[in-house]
């Protein structure tokens, strides 16, 4: 049983366009983490959201988490060629040593 | 700071073969992972530490073993090397507590034959 499963699992666009993608879980996360990973590298965080309806902004990326805290979604204004890569997101339970991740949407932008 | 680091990038091994994967990190970080990916299954978890001398099993542990003799390594081994382990293999270091990210390293690409 996958508790977190991201949609779309590919998604390509051209550059300018705007997109969300999405985790959910019927579980409830003390905190969730959305990571980027680019081709040959491994996985860079973006950003950690705790409180539930919480919204981030890093430049042109928005995060939100879910008001009941069991899911989150990413939304990318104007996606750039740089945004191409593959974004995970990650499920803290709360008093565990480990993450619980997705499977990644593959973000392809087209010049 | 390096980071995390991994050891090699790339291998190829025959079937029935072992090896030894090194990760170390230079973050003082208390916990430390093993994590394997491959194509639409996303990053699964092989064993992971919460400290120095201490190891447990993730979601995907068979056929691979670990150690953590010092803080600052983790080591994945694999006895007898099988097709089924083709894949990438990242290893990630935390600091204890709180919600920090986790730091990954590079990766290492392992080929079995």
């Known amino acids: 049983t996958q508790l977190l499963e991201q949609s779309p699992q590919f998604l390509s666009i051209q550059e300018g366009e705007n997109l969300t993608v999405y985790c959910n879980s019927s579980?409830?996360?003390?905190?969730l983490q959305w990571y980027r990973q680019e081709p040959g590298e491994g996985p860079v965080l973006l950003v950690t959201?705790?409180?539930?309806?919480e919204v981030k902004k890093l430049k042109r990326l928005t995060f939100q988490f879910g008001d009941a805290r069991k899911d989150s979604s990413l939304h990318i204004t104007a996606a750039q060629t740089g945004d191409t890569g593959l974004y995970l997101c990650?499920?803290?339970?709360?008093?565990?040593?480990?993450?619980?991740f997705g499977k990644g949407t593959k973000l392809t932008v087209n010049p | 700071n390096a980071g995390v680091t991994q050891t090699p990038k790339f291998r190829v091994l025959k079937t029935g073969q072992s090896m030894t994967l090194l990760c170390a990190q230079d973050?003082?970080?208390?916990?430390m992972y093993w994590y394997r990916q491959d194509p639409g299954m996303g990053l699964r978890l092989i064993h992971y530490s919460v400290g120095e001398g201490t190891t447990a099993k993730g979601e995907v542990p068979d056929g691979y073993n670990v150690s953590r003799l010092k803080k600052q390594n983790f080591l994945l081994g694999l006895e007898s090397a099988a097709p089924s382990q083709t894949s990438v293999y990242f290893c990630a270091s935390r600091r204890a507590g709180g919600r920090d990210e986790q730091y990954f390293g590079p990766g290492t690409r392992l080929t079995v034959t």
């Open positions: 579980s409830v996360f003390s905190s």
């Open positions: 973050m003082n970080h208390e916990y």
């Open positions: 959201v705790v409180t539930g309806g």
């Open positions: 990650a499920g803290d339970q709360g008093g565990s040593e480990k993450l619980v």
